[in-house]
């Protein structure tokens, strides 16, 4: 939604596999974020980036978890070594103010 | 901790009448507050916001209004529509650009036609 683009927009992979969730931003928006939504919960924060700046990882559940932001635009979210709890749908937003827009989201199932 | 709580998993209307979805808070440095829906299988798509400054907001058939001492905000539409039918949640954060959002777990609204 809003132009935001998210892929794959579903992912099943096995346990202890690795997998590479990609952000593709509203143009000329600075701000990017990462949430999860696990089944039956709200949105929870994951990750932020603005500009140039170091990102906000301090919602990052472990360290299995990391993300990047090329050139201020395409962001990727790596998460190694699956784990069934990681199973959940994986949102990207981007603004440069309130509000944020959404993409429609990375639906991820680890068997 | 969960600094933004919905408790009604569900609400179910009948369409004409007004939905009302409701949204508390604990932490008191959230001073600006966003409404979002979300249908199945797409991202939450953002309805309408309201600054700490003020106690309400009207956009069309969609208002906020904010408690700010008794911590608790709630969206009303009226008249509600079939097309209302959605998961809304409510959405809290602190004064600055970028300041994350910290959402409530959803209310599932039905409208019956």
């Known amino acids: 939604g809003a132009g935001v683009s998210q892929s794959p927009s579903n992912k099943v992979t096995e346990k202890g596999k690795d997998v590479e969730l990609r952000c593709d931003p509203i143009s000329g928006h600075t701000a990017l974020y990462w949430y999860r939504q696990s089944l039956g919960q709200g949105l929870e924060f994951l990750i932020y980036?603005?500009?140039?700046?170091?990102?906000?990882k301090s919602g990052l559940p472990s360290d299995r978890f990391s993300a990047e932001r090329t050139g201020g635009s395409v962001s990727t979210l790596t998460i190694q070594r699956t784990q069934q709890e990681d199973s959940a749908v994986y949102l990207c937003?981007?603004?440069?103010?309130?509000?944020?827009?959404f993409g429609d989201g990375t639906r991820l199932s680890i068997l | 901790d969960q600094q933004v709580k919905q408790n009604s998993p569900s609400l179910s209307v009948q369409e004409g009448r007004i939905s009302i979805l409701n949204c508390d808070y604990t932490n008191s440095m959230f001073d600006y507050f966003l409404w979002y829906k979300k249908y199945p299988a797409e991202g939450p798509t953002f309805l309408i916001s309201?600054?700490?400054?003020?106690d309400k907001n009207e956009d069309g058939r969609f208002t906020v209004f904010l408690n700010k001492s008794a911590k608790h905000l709630s969206l009303h539409i009226v008249p509600s529509q079939p097309g209302d039918s959605a998961v809304y949640f409510c959405a809290a954060s602190g004064v600055g650009r970028g300041s994350r959002l910290t959402f409530g777990e959803g209310t599932q609204l039905t409208v019956n036609p």
């Open positions: 309201i600054s700490s400054i003020k």
């Open positions: 937003a981007t603004g440069g103010n309130q509000p944020q827009h």
């Open positions: 980036f603005q500009g140039n700046s170091a990102p906000d």
